[in-house]
């Protein structure tokens, strides 16, 4: 079955400094998605960043950035120059024709 | 794009009042819906998948006489928690997809609280 294992339950950045928060899956497809959400303190379940199993070039959406690695099944997202409204829970999610999340990463930003 | 409208975004009831969530796509078509329940610092527990016009597919442990789940259209998704007690207080999330490798896309989420 596949699973997906953040095994961070918390982290801290300081403020405009660089996190990487981790994140590996189990899985024998070789055709898949991987997905970053954010969930701030409201609760809303936001999409960070996608990654197509298929693609070798990392996503990259602003700040946030990815360094996918297929063959050791992790993939993990950089969040350069923190900010405040970066604190947040951060689930990795795994998709092939099911969704699966992990257990979140809380990140903390010290102004 | 890639919008999820979930109504109410907090509910306070009497135990044994049955409560309807709403959720709904408002501009893409979902094949799919989901509905998630959230305790407190956990991830998301899914509970049951729902494709328009066909009956929804329920978790292990779900009650699906205790959660109603209707998908009239594919746009429209709803949620009903019936005869409702303390134990079922908590926030419950949708999310809509609109194809299997795509991403889910979620409502804000409701916060159920049962008195």
């Known amino acids: 079955a596949q699973t997906v294992t953040q095994s961070q339950p918390e982290m801290s950045v300081q403020e405009a400094e660089t996190v990487t928060l981790s994140c590996t899956y189990d899985t024998s497809e070789s055709d898949y998605y991987l997905f970053w959400y954010k969930q701030p303190p409201s609760r809303q379940m936001i999409l960070v960043i996608r990654?197509?199993?298929?693609?070798?070039q990392n996503a990259t959406e602003n700040r946030f950035s990815v360094n996918f690695q297929k063959a050791a099944k992790s993939f993990s997202l950089k969040i350069s120059d923190s900010q405040l409204g970066d604190a947040a829970m951060y689930f990795c999610?795994?998709?092939?024709?099911?969704?699966?999340f992990g257990t979140g990463t809380s990140l903390t930003v010290i102004p | 794009g890639a919008v999820v409208s979930q109504h109410p975004s907090w509910v306070i009831c009497k135990s044994g009042t049955s409560v309807k969530i709403e959720c709904r796509s408002l501009d893409f078509q979902a094949t799919t819906m989901f509905w998630y329940r959230q305790f407190p610092k956990q991830s998301l527990m899914l509970m049951a998948t729902s494709n328009e016009g066909s009956k929804a597919t329920y978790e292990q442990g779900v009650e699906k006489d205790k959660f109603l789940i209707n998908h009239a259209s594919l746009t429209l998704s709803t949620l009903t928690v019936t005869s409702a007690h303390p134990e079922d207080s908590s926030f419950y999330i949708c999310?809509?997809?609109?194809?299997?490798?795509?991403?889910?896309?979620f409502g804000d989420g409701t916060r159920l609280s049962i008195l």
């Open positions: 999310s809509a997809q609109t194809g299997k490798r795509q991403p889910q896309h």
């Open positions: 999610a795994y998709n092939s024709n099911q969704f699966y």
């Open positions: 990654q197509e199993a298929y693609k070798q």
